[in-house]
């Protein structure tokens, strides 16, 4: 996801759970090829299994980005965006409006795949614009799976080409969940992927009745903590060593430090910290104490103002979570709307 899933929150997702898969943001292969793989995926080691989402309507374009990016990282998976309505994606030719050709995103696969050597899938809608897109969507996925992609992650509505941003593209239309089980009918060996709306993990639990994995985006976000129980739910593993609450803080914590020195700016090392605590008792209060140490840190502050920052944030932590009193607590906020 664009602007989230940067390397620091899917270091701190990390730390949540070793078995959920991650994605990175959608990085465009043009710019890869512009401006080098560095900028853009060289801090991924360490985070498998983790795919790399590549924005591409160029077959060699694509294959090129994506050895870049291999060389750099090994990820475990391409994924291509066939699914993004932004306007400016739209222009740059990738995105959704590539389900208008299935030929083109089936020599994307082929072209990366044979590139990388890692699994390839794609990432679509139900269809584009209006089209009930039952036809459609089967011919397109069936060109995708002649082409040898394995897995498909379907954001279960169509996307709005024109006339609804991307936000709204994400709440409209309607979802269509039982359009992707369908689809998993039709094509019982492809590892489908339903995204959409799955506020939890237990939600998404009973999906797997339907199909092979479901894909938590907004809820994730707004919740990270959530993905602490991944490993247990999902994949049977028994009592998780994952880290949460203060233990997480003091993991991501170390991280923090780490990557200041390596100048990455205070405030994307302190985005994932906004989140945590969600719902629980003193959430405001903890929001408002990490914007302000954002903005007293400033973009690149030295190790000793990174380690004092970080020590006030545990002592916070630490009186929240001692506090008994139920007073500061904030009714849980819906999904934060995007
Ligand atoms: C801020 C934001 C950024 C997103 N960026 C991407 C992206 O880079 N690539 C992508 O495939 N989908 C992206 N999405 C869409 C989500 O992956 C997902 O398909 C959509 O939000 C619906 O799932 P959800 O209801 O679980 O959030 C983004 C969504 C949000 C809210």
Request: aromatic content about 6%.
């Amino acid at each position: 996801m664009m602007g989230v899933t940067h390397h620091a929150f899917r270091h701190f997702l990390r730390l949540m759970s070793r078995r959920a898969w991650l994605v990175t943001e959608m990085i465009v292969a043009r710019a890869v090829l512009e401006r080098g793989a560095d900028e853009y995926v060289c801090r991924d080691r360490g985070q498998s299994p983790i795919l790399l989402q590549l924005g591409t309507g160029e077959p060699s374009e694509g294959a090129r980005a994506a050895e870049l990016a291999c060389r750099l990282t090994p990820y475990d998976g391409i994924n291509i965006n066939a699914g993004c309505p932004s306007s400016r994606v739209q222009g740059g030719h990738f995105g959704a409006c590539l389900m208008h050709e299935p030929g083109r995103v089936a020599a994307i696969v082929r072209a990366v795949a044979d590139a990388v050597g890692c699994p390839v899938s794609v990432k679509c809608r139900l269809g584009l614009d209006d089209s009930p897109g039952e036809e459609d969507l089967d011919r397109f996925v069936e060109t995708l799976v002649e082409a040898g992609c394995a897995t498909l992650f379907v954001h279960a509505r169509n996307a709005w080409l024109q006339g609804l941003d991307p936000r709204r593209n994400r709440s409209l239309p309607p979802l269509r969940w039982e359009r992707v089980f369908r689809l998993k009918e039709r094509f019982p060996n492809l590892t489908v992927v339903l995204n959409g709306g799955i506020p939890d993990l237990e939600s998404g639990q009973t999906l797997l009745e339907h199909v092979d994995g479901v894909m938590l985006g907004r809820a994730v976000d707004s919740r990270p903590e959530i993905l602490v129980d991944v490993d247990r739910l999902f994949y049977g593993d028994s009592a998780s060593e994952r880290s949460s609450g203060r233990d997480l803080l003091d993991r991501y914590a170390d991280y923090v430090v780490a990557q200041s020195e390596e100048r990455v700016p205070a405030s994307l090392l302190y985005a994932p910290l906004l989140r945590l605590g969600y719902g629980r008792r003193g959430a405001r209060r903890w929001r408002q104490t990490v914007v302000g140490e954002v903005s007293r840190l400033g973009k690149h502050p030295g190790e000793e103002l990174v380690r004092a920052s970080l020590e006030r944030l545990r002592a916070l932590w630490a009186a929240l979570a001692s506090q008994e009193s139920g007073d500061d607590r904030e009714p849980a906020e819906g999904m934060r709307a995007c």
